[in-house]
């Protein structure tokens, strides 16, 4: 059974400074719970229905330093940010913060200004979707420790690296090609494979900033043949993925 004081604080982390001051984040869903037990990621405790724990007891039993607490739904749903609270959630350590700067002969997705939670953890899953290790952030991005963002990575942030760091001084230190995507650039199905490169996507309103803009080496553009104004960045995203890494 949970004390006052222990669902406080599991309350408090649906706060990015208490994520940050903890160093510690909750990660809401059946499906996501039972991944991140599989990938030995480090969790500290599941709360979860007696039916769930019971589904998964076998997993649990090789994993002897999580602490698990039988909830009821009830109590799921003071300690859930969502709407309809899942049958378990887990508390997690964040991982240690990684190097930035890819390494030659990969491809990775830089995020400028990305602010909905939603689109951050689409984005987080394309990147998993087509293979690519590694996300960098600006620090203006929505927090992918947000639990409405963990929720819509459905599992992908396992196996995805996320870093946060300025986009313009990656681009500054880094001798990888860069594709900005832009309602005014190069048509994209010009563009052949590409084997190394960053993928850079702007904020869902205004796009990529003038200065990354000018250090990109490529700007890309989806080709348009109906009247819409733009793409959605997670969709476009997905798209230019589609079409440079297959």
Known sequence: MLSKAQIKYIQSLQHKKNRQKSSQYIAEGDK????????????????????WLEQHHTLL????????????????????SLTTPNRAMALLDMPASTDPLPAPG??????????????????IRIADWFGIPQIICSPDC???????????TMGSLIRVR???YDIKTLLQQTSLPSYAATLHGK?????????????LIGNEGRGLTEE????????????????????NAAVAAGIICGRLLI
């Open 32 to 51: 996501i719970v039972q991944e991140l037990l599989q990938a030995g990621m480090p969790v500290k405790a599941v709360y979860a229905t007696a039916d």
């Open 212 to 231: 990354v803009m000018a250090l990109a080496t490529h700007r890309i553009t989806i080709p348009r043949i109906g009247g819409a104004e733009s793409l």
């Open 187 to 199: 048509d994209i199905t010009g563009y052949a494979v590409i084997r190394e490169g960053i993928i």
């Open 61 to 80: 039993a090789k994993l002897p330093a999580v602490t698990v607490t039988t909830v009821d739904t009830a109590i799921l749903k003071q300690l859930s």
């Open 106 to 123: 990969t491809v990775v997705m830089a995020l400028e200004g990305i602010q909905d939670p939603g689109n951050m953890g689409t984005l």
């Open 162 to 164: 996320i870093a946060e």
């Open 142 to 152: 929505v927090d992918v420790y947000n639990p409405k963002t963990i929720q819509a």
